[in-house]
């Protein structure tokens, strides 16, 4: 079973950056593709960035320009560079490991969340 755990949450003023960070734990012998998400308050759970299975990388239209995904293969860590934030980003994020291991078979992981709070 993967785990993750998402860290670097916290309170940040308006304009100010954070990078979060997913640690997995685990082997992941399949493809898959990863991204993190956010949920606000009162809000349905919405895709912020993802790393595809062909490595190709999305991102919702309110983050572009501001927010960068990556990974570190070697670490079997996940980040996510917040710049200029905003209070709307304001939310719990989570990490996601999307694993197709074959045409008929998909298993999702899901990090507990850490809390971004953008506020003065």
């Known amino acids: 079973q993967v785990q993750l755990v998402e860290s670097g949450g916290g309170l940040v003023q308006p304009g100010g950056s954070l990078r979060l960070s997913c640690a997995a734990s685990?082997?992941?012998?399949?493809?898959?593709?990863m991204g993190w998400y956010r949920q606000a308050p009162g809000k349905q759970r919405e895709l912020v960035a993802v790393i595809s299975l062909g490595g190709s990388i999305n991102y919702a239209d309110s983050v572009k320009g501001r927010f960068t995904i990556s990974r570190d293969n070697a670490k079997n860590t996940m980040y996510l560079q917040m710049n200029s934030l905003k209070p709307e980003d304001t939310a719990v994020y989570y990490c996601?490991?999307?694993?197709?291991?074959?045409?008929?078979?998909?298993?999702?992981?899901w990090g507990q969340g850490t809390q971004v709070t953008v506020s003065s």
């Open positions: 996601n490991v999307h694993e197709v291991p074959t045409a008929w078979a998909t298993k999702d992981y």
């Open positions: 685990g082997s992941i012998r399949s493809r898959y593709a």
